[in-house]
């Protein structure tokens, strides 16, 4: 059984100019103690799912449609008190860029503690032995000083494990990682990726790992949701999504990964553009950069078939081979 289960989600926006479709539809369903990936190009919905989930949307957001299962609650229909106890205890969050998430006016120690104090029971004694654990346990040297400085006082990648910290003071069930590593050099993302994996394996923890970069997710995950304006174009196990990718948008992205011996080589892109949202999309919103577009394309919005075992792709090329 899922742990969270998204069931056809729909989020608008709204703008200026006017209603903004960020999701049009979102499924997917993230097992316990799995790691599984939300990949696409920016602007096709991972964020917007990730704080759907933590019912974390701004004021001119609304979700119109779907739900959100954590166990059997569906997360939609709660009340804010009800859906305070869940989120940062049950399902908590690392978001993307840890200098403007953590506040500024407060030492790492004292955010972790109001997370305890919020969520967890037991002494300030306690409380302050398990934060001095944790914080060792992210990779953050010196627990005891450390706890006492402010987030503008530590590096990058210091600042990502104290946010991995802040997420784990309450010991979820579900973290969502909004990519954690983004705003890091490479050896520092690394460092955090395998603390990542190595902190799921030790606690069991299930991560939904919200990333473009699917060099990432081959490392990290065991399996992976493709987002393309708003929808699911494919999902599947990683190893069978990366053997054999059946999405052309997936194919696209998987050849514009660099690869070993391709130093001086052009990389490959994708033509065109994801789609804003504000446009009408009758069909597949993926026939315009699509070198297999046919006619129908245009008009035909494809359903998500079974190709294989685990294995999902919306794309009319499949249609004859899944009916037929």
Do not use: W
């Not at 701004?58 to 119109?64: G, P, Q, R, Y």
């Amino acid at each position: 059984m899922a742990l969270l289960r998204v069931e056809n989600l729909h989020v608008r926006f709204k703008t200026p100019f006017g209603a903004l479709r960020a999701l049009r539809g979102i499924d997917f369903d993230l097992a316990r103690g799995d790691i599984l990936g939300l990949v696409g190009e920016t602007g096709c919905g991972k964020s917007v799912t990730g704080r759907s989930v933590m019912r974390l949307l701004d004021e001119n957001a609304a979700v119109t449609g779907g739900r959100i299962f954590f166990e059997d609650a569906d997360l939609l229909r709660l009340t804010e008190g009800e859906m305070h106890k869940i989120r940062g205890n049950r399902i908590a969050m690392i978001f993307q860029d840890p200098a403007t998430a953590l506040n500024p006016l407060f030492t790492i120690g004292q955010q972790i503690d109001d997370v305890q104090r919020t969520h967890r029971a037991g002494s300030t004694r306690d409380r302050r032995r398990a934060r001095l654990e944790l914080m060792a346990s992210v990779g953050l040297p010196d627990a005891a000083q450390m706890a006492d400085v402010y987030p503008h006082q530590l590096s990058g990648g210091q600042q990502q494990r104290a946010m991995i910290a802040l997420s784990l003071a309450a010991e979820p069930d579900v973290i969502i990682a909004d990519e954690p590593t983004t705003a890091l050099d490479v050896t520092i993302q690394a460092q955090i990726l395998d603390l990542l994996r190595r902190l799921q394996r030790e606690r069991s923890i299930s991560v939904v790992l919200i990333t473009h970069d699917l060099g990432i997710v081959a490392e990290t995950c065991q399996k992976v949701v493709v987002l393309y304006a708003g929808r699911v174009v494919e999902k599947g196990t990683v190893e069978a999504i990366f053997a054999d990718p059946q999405h052309p948008y997936t194919r696209g992205l998987l050849a514009a990964l660099p690869r070993p011996g391709s130093r001086g080589t052009d990389l490959k892109v994708i033509p065109g553009n994801v789609p804003s949202g504000l446009e009408a999309i009758d069909g597949c919103a993926f026939a315009p950069r699509c070198e297999f577009v046919m006619e129908r394309c245009q008009r035909q919005l494809p359903p998500l078939m079974s190709l294989a075992a685990e294995h999902q792709a919306a794309c009319l090329l499949h249609e004859a081979a899944v009916h037929g």
